[in-house]
Structures are given as C-alpha cells and as structure tokens.
C-alpha cells in the first residue's frame, strides 16, 4: 500500500497502559493506523523521521464544556494544542441539546453560553451543526439532566412531577436514539438539586435501553460526599449503566485528607459495578459563583461577573474590603458569575489522579474571560508535572488515563489506542519537554513539548500552526 504518511523512530505509548516499544506508524489513506515494525519501512507521500520522540493516541478529553464552542470556535486551540483530538460535552448535567429555552440559560447553564447560543431543539440539529464546522477535534456528546429539566419545568427548585419525567424521559430517548452517548447530571447545582434520586433513576433507565453510560457531578463534594458516592452508584446500578463520577475531589477544608476513605468506599462498590471517573490535575475548582462555597477557608478568585465585569481577575476577599461588605454579600453581588475555589489539598489530588480507574478530563470553561488554567494545560500537566516531575505514575499509564481508558469507559470504538485499524488520532510529544504554560494569573498559553496532532489521519497542529478546516467528527454511540 502507498500510505498517506509515514511517521518513523518514535518510541510508541500505545494507550493500553503496556510497555514503550520502537515502531513506524504509517496513515492509511482511509485515515487509520497501520503499525509496523522499526526495521521495516513503507512507502508513503510523506515521511516523518521523529528519532526520540514519543507517539501516543490523541487525547481524549471526557469532561468539557465545549458544547457551543466547537461550532463557534472550530479551531479548538486550547484543546488540540494539548493533544486532543476528541471531546465529550454535555457534562454536569448542561448540554446545549436537546434545549429549547423559554428565556436565558439557567445556572449553570449560562456556562455554555447565552440564549441566541442555545439553537438545538432536537440532537440531531446540533449533531448537523457540528459536522457544518468542521472543528479540530472529534466530539461526542452526553445529554444533560438539567437541561431536559429546563425544557419541560416552569420551576427547577422543586421535584419534577410524573408527567414531566415522562416528557424528559421521551425526549432523553430521542436524543440516544440520534446519537448521544449518554445521560450527565449536576445534581449539586441548584437547578438540579431538589431532583430526588427517583427522578434520575427513571432517566437511567432510558439510558440502559440504549446501551449509554451516566456520568454524575455528585450531589455533594463536601462533607457528604460518601452518600453522594452511594447516590451515584444506586442510580447508575438500578439501570445496569456503567458508572463514571465527574471531577473525584474532596472539596472544602474541613474535607481535606478523606481521598483515601473515598477511595476505599469506590473500590468496594466497583467491585460489584462497573465504574470510573475523570478528574483535573490542580487543586482548585471552577464554576459559577455559588453562595454555598464561600468561605474564609480558602481563596476564591473571581474570573467573571455579569452585573461587575470589571472585577474579572479579582480575588473574592479584595472586592469585599473594597465594597466594605461581606463575602457572602460581595458574593452575591457579583452574581451571575464565575470563580475559581482553591478548595482542595494537594495529596486528595495526588491520591485521586493515582487511582486505578481515574481518566483525565480538563473541565475547562472556554467563555470565561480569565478561565482556570486547565482549560489549555490540563493534560502535558498530567505529563510534565504529576508524571515527569513527581513520578506519580509511569508515562504508558498517564497516557492511558487520558486514552485507552477513556475510550473504553465512553465505548468511542476504535480509538484510544495505537492500533491496527484504529482511527489515526495522534499526538507527537517530547516527554523531556512537554510542560503546561497556563497558570492562573496567564492562563491561556499552549502547552511547550507537543510537535504534532494528527486527528483521522490529517496533521491538525503544530507549534505555531493551527488547521484551518479541521477533520474532527462527531461521533455518535455505537
Ligand atoms: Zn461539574
Ligand atoms: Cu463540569
């Protein structure tokens, strides 16, 4: 065969989670791997010779918020100059479809954007819209809880009622019939919150006809979180789906150091479910402002403020000297908007990114103007940082975190691996060089150390240079 491209001498991290090995992976015209031995060459209309770097499948982020930003913004900078080539949106319980929204987007749904960005009314308009892009990167979507909520409740603080988990029920199985990959909730949002576990379990089992996961932002990450941990799993059990718990953490000061109690509790209940769950490699969080988070107890940066724009980039606590109120009313008035919370301990981070069935997921937040660094850094910081610096794991097992496992968890069929056959989703990085840049003073900076994203088989970054039509799909359960 005349292969598209021959890229030769890199040291293979297949994504399995198995050893390094020396191999030259050729692109097949089709856009897939065709993996071949080092001292075997092949003919291609372009070779790459990359002696003593390293090829892995690309990244697969399971925990964005790119919903609209894929159609807005194709070149998905932020994402494929980490290495990712695919993106699961709809997380915490918030997709941009199926949405039809009497007027503007509820918390936290006004983290995807504004009401003139909700156009999707059924799934499949916004699985039409993303293939018109053309964005970078794969995406396959999740629908969320609260989203179906909002198109069929006139008051989310409260339960809904049969009638309308039916409606919900109705149209969460169009939307997998169309394609989702499966139902998220955010259940500690308020516009989730007052859901009973009955109320999701219903969903879930529309989830379970179509063969989908549930992915869960737990009803609590503080002190209660073992119960939320039990929620999760008894929702996730009643209709048989797979389990993955969205961004693991012990939040808040007084919950610091229960990562290994937590640990212990997911690992009994695994034994008898199938489960996973993603989480950020930094300490703190970020979302909208949220009255319940704020403490004295740790910093609290604020990175956006509709009523107070002008107070992007300040910490809570300058604002509420400055006003001569407290933080709780400063908080207040800064609402709707967006903060960082540094709200969790390092070793609960160390402990959780560790864990055998933890993936990789940025949950970074595209439209916020001073968004939290792991929106450009999070995965060569799971390299750089937490693999290279720290040795918290091995590179075949970081690589697989964000990859093999990923895939397998999100059933997103022949990717996740460098593989015979396997779409040639890739990224070429230098292990000795690869850092994250963004910090949360400049947070939008390209990682150092990626030299080259393949995404089905077309070369779609390299340092400097971004593609202009991007050969993402989206890509629908199977
Ligand atoms: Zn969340
Ligand atoms: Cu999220």
Request: with cysteine; charged share 25%; proline share 6%.
């Amino acid at each position: 065969m005349n292969f598209k491209t021959l890229i030769r001498g890199a040291n293979i991290v297949d994504g399995s989670g198995s050893d390094i090995f020396r191999a030259n992976v050729a692109i097949t015209p089709a856009g897939t791997i065709s993996v071949i031995s080092p001292d075997k060459s092949a003919k291609a209309d372009q070779i790459i010779d990359v002696d003593g770097l390293y090829l892995a499948p690309g990244f697969i982020d399971v925990h964005t918020h790119d919903d609209t930003v894929v159609i807005s913004n194709p070149g998905m900078e932020y994402k494929i100059s980490q290495g990712v080539t695919t993106v699961i949106t709809g997380n915490c319980g918030i997709s941009v479809s199926p949405v039809r929204l009497k007027g503007n987007p509820p918390n936290p749904m006004n983290l995807l954007g504004k009401k003139e960005d909700f156009i999707y009314p059924e799934f499949s308009d916004y699985l039409e819209a993303v293939n018109r892009a053309n964005p970078s990167v794969n995406v396959a979507a999740l629908v969320g809880h609260t989203s179906l909520r909002s198109n069929v409740m006139d008051d989310l603080f409260r339960p809904a009622t049969k009638a309308e988990i039916d409606q919900m029920r109705t149209e969460l199985r169009r939307a997998l019939d169309e394609g989702a990959i499966g139902l998220s909730s955010g259940l500690a949002y308020d516009s989730a919150y007052e859901a009973p576990e009955a109320e999701v379990k219903a969903l879930v089992e529309e989830v379970a006809r179509s063969g989908g996961i549930y992915t869960t932002h737990m009803r609590t990450e503080f002190d209660g979180i073992l119960d939320a941990i039990t929620e999760a799993f008894d929702t996730a059990k009643h209709g048989s789906v797979p389990l993955v718990i969205s961004h693991l953490k012990c939040a808040g000061a007084a919950n610091w150091g229960r990562s290994i109690e937590v640990l212990e509790l997911i690992s009994r209940k695994s034994k008898s479910h199938p489960f996973a769950c993603d989480c950020y490699p930094y300490s703190a969080s970020s979302s909208t402002i949220d009255p319940g988070q704020v403490t004295n107890k740790n910093d609290i940066f604020i990175t956006w403020s509709e009523p107070h724009p002008e107070k992007s980039g300040n910490m809570l606590d300058d604002i509420a000297d400055e006003w001569g109120i407290s933080l709780l009313d400063a908080a207040r008035k800064l609402m709707p908007g967006g903060a960082v919370y540094h709200c969790m301990s390092e070793d609960d981070v160390k402990n959780i990114l560790q864990y055998k069935r933890t993936m990789i997921g940025s949950d970074g937040l595209p439209l916020d103007p001073f968004p939290h660094p792991r929106l450009w850094g999070a995965f060569p910081r799971v390299l750089g940082h937490y693999c290279r610096e720290l040795g918290l794991f091995d590179l075949p097992e970081a690589i697989h975190k964000m990859t093999g496992l990923s895939a397998g968890e999100f059933r997103l069929k022949n990717r996740g691996l460098i593989a015979d056959g396997f779409h040639a989703d890739l990224v070429l990085f230098d292990f000795d060089e690869i850092r994250d840049s963004a910090t949360y003073s400049a947070p939008k900076l390209p990682a150092d150390g990626i030299y080259g994203v393949w995404v089905n088989g077309i070369l779609s970054y390299k340092p400097g240079w971004l593609i202009e039509k991007g050969a993402g799909r989206f890509i629908t359960r199977q």
